[in-house]
């Protein structure tokens, strides 16, 4: 099974509505981030947390940290429309080159 | 700054046939990576570079190669293409972070591959 498994799979809300997306690792990491893929892009980094931290904000992104569950969340506040994409969260894994990416959470926001 | 960009955006391949896949960023990054994306799936790492003339297998190398001859370019070929290799291709880098790092990873727009 992957390092970062993000949960829901899905996710539909109505525009204004907050959207929570969880994310589970397994291992030891440096960092934790999340990005945003629109549909037939390339994905687009929103925001980073290092291990000793465990809450961080970026406009209407909040993320939250938990290394003794290994469980990291997105919240995004008021949504849009634009906010309709997937969204990864990707894990730096301690003593490792590579960045993990789990499977993703596909958010459709309605108007 | 262009960023990270891919060539081509789409291509059609035969069962058989080989091809090259390029990427170039212009953001001075040590870092370089190449993922496939399949449907319902996050990405999986192929080949990495750490430096010029640098190399390093992912989590799904067989079938690929790559080569990292000038900073600004990363190169993935396949040999002999083959209808599982059939995904979308995303090229990406990144600085140097914290601890000689890779951190925030900066992503082509993808390209398309399609083996008969």
Redesign the interface.
């Known amino acids: 099974s992957?390092q970062?498994e993000e949960d829901p799979q899905a996710l539909s809300i109505q525009e204004g509505e907050n959207a929570t997306m969880n994310c589970s690792y397994k291992t030891s990491i440096?960092?934790l981030?999340w990005?945003r893929q629109n549909s037939?892009?390339?994905?687009?980094?929103l925001i980073?947390i290092r291990s000793n931290e465990r809450e961080k904000h970026s406009g209407r992104l909040r993320v939250t940290l938990d290394t003794s569950k290994k469980s990291s969340s997105l919240l995004i506040t008021a949504s849009r429309a634009a906010d309709t994409a997937s969204y990864?969260c990707?894990t730096?894994v301690t003593g490792g080159?590579?960045?993990?990416?789990?499977?993703?959470t596909r958010l459709f926001v309605k108007a | 700054n262009a960023g990270v960009t891919q060539t081509p955006k789409f291509r059609v391949l035969k069962t058989g046939q080989s091809m090259t896949l390029l990427c170039a960023q212009d953001m001075n990054h040590e870092y370089m990576y190449w993922y496939r994306q399949d449907p319902g799936m996050g990405l999986r790492l192929i080949h990495y570079s750490v430096g010029e003339g640098t190399t390093a297998k992912g989590e799904v190398p067989d079938g690929y190669n790559v080569s990292r001859l000038k900073k600004q370019n990363f190169l993935l070929g396949l040999e002999s293409a083959a209808p599982s290799q059939t995904s979308v291709y995303f090229c990406a880098s990144s600085y140097l972070g914290r601890g000689g790092k890779g951190e925030t990873q900066y992503f082509g727009p993808g390209t398309r591959l399609l083996v008969l």
């Open positions: 992957q970062g440096n960092n981030q990005y037939g892009r390339g994905l687009v980094h980073l990864f990707a730096d080159f590579k960045t993990i990416f789990g499977a993703g």
